[in-house]
Structures are given as C-alpha cells and as structure tokens.
C-alpha cells in the first residue's frame, strides 16, 4: 500500500535554513501537503504542490518535489523560533484520502 | 473568518461512558473527516462523509460511529470508550476531493 516516509527530527540554530524531506511511494498522487502541528493544536496547512510542478515558494518556505524519485522536501529560510513544530507530509490518494508520514520535529535553538 | 470549529477542545470521560465530540464548520465543505491521533504518530483516519455518504475505514473499531445531521455539523460518538481510545481527535473538511482543512482538535482523555 501506499507509504510515506520522513525523519522524525530536525535540530537547526535560529536563522538558519531548515529542510525536512519526505519519501512517498503512490506515483498517482495528484497533490502533496505540508501541514505543520504545535504542540496540543491541530494541523495547519502550509503549503501543497501539484505534481506537475517541480517547485513552489510561498514567502519562506520552499517546496521541492522530484517525482522521478518520489521525493519531497520543505525548506523553511530563516528559521525562527516559532517554526518549532511537528511537520507532517501528506500525499493525496486516489479517493481523495491522505496518507500521512509520521512527522518531522523541528526545533530551533535560540 | 471561515474555519473548522471543534468543541470541547478538552474532554474527560470514564471508562465505558458515551461520549461525543463535535465538529462545526462555516466552509460549506460537502465533505467532513474525523481523524484519530496518538502521541507522537501521524493522524489515522476513521472515517468520512461525502455529503450524506458515511464511509467507515475497514480497520476502525465498531465502538466508533459518527453523525452528520446537515452539512455544517459532524459528530463522533465513542460508545464505550477504553484506555487505548485516549487521543487527539481531529476533524477536517474539503470540497470533494480538495485539500483538507483541519479543527484544532479535541483532546480525549479516559479514566
């Protein structure tokens, strides 16, 4: 079945560039999400990308997506302390369902 | 501002007493969704309603049912909740099969 794989923790300093990357396995998936989780609140969406698109940037963040090799990332420029979060890659099956990946936690040292 | 509506935010129940949680929405989605969350894992999802279609994941437990009496309005209703059903309960909602759009979730905990 359809699988979606991400490291479980990123540690960067302030103001440094942050990237979190993704493998997914369902070559049909039309769309890719990033929604990003704080502690004891839900998700919030922060970006997606078609899949025929091999880049989008939305102010700091960047999305890359190589289709070719089922690989996504997120790069957060400037990293402040308030990106300090669970980020969850999402693809979009078939049906419309998504299959999450099980979170990449960010944390930022001052 | 349109937005997904999730109440309580924190529930407390004992174990095996009924208890339901709630999920509004001013999008107009045709769609509502209610997500399972453990610490630490990603959400999983129970099941959904496509307009008044309820689809049930194959793997959730009949001990979860859920309503849907009008399009803004989702319920989960857990029957006789167990230690194990202690989670983050989050709702989503789309148009079709667009991008979702979460609640802030409620925070389920059994004694």
């Not at chain 1, 969850?88 to 299959?99: D, V």
Request: proline share 4%; net charge neutral; with cysteine.
């Amino acid at each position: 079945g359809e699988d979606v794989e991400q490291s479980l923790f990123l540690s960067v300093r302030e103001g440094d560039s942050s990237v979190i990357n993704c493998t997914y396995t369902d070559s049909s998936s039309t769309y890719l999400y990033w929604y990003k989780q704080e502690p004891g609140a839900g998700l919030q969406l922060l970006t997606y990308i078609f899949s025929n698109m091999d880049m989008k940037q939305d102010q700091r963040l960047t999305v890359l997506l190589n289709k070719k090799d089922k690989h996504l990332s997120l790069r957060i420029a400037d990293t402040q302390t308030g990106d300090s979060a669970i980020y969850f890659c999402a693809e979009r099956e078939g049906q419309g369902n998504l299959i999450f990946g099980k979170g990449t936690k960010l944390s930022v040292k001052p | 501002d349109a937005m997904v509506i999730q109440n309580p935010r924190y529930q407390v129940t004992q174990f095996g007493k009924p208890v339901t949680l709630s999920c509004s929405q001013t999008l107009n989605h045709n769609v509502m969704y209610w997500y399972q969350q453990k610490s630490s894992q990603a959400p999983k999802l129970l099941f959904h309603y496509y307009d008044k279609d309820f689809n049930n994941e194959a793997d959730t437990p009949d001990n979860f049912q859920s309503r849907r009496p009008n399009t803004s309005f989702c319920f989960l209703d857990i029957r006789s909740p167990g230690l194990g059903d202690a989670a983050m309960y989050l709702c989503a909602t789309s148009r079709g099969k667009e991008t979702q759009y979460f609640g802030p979730g409620t925070r389920l905990l059994v004694l």
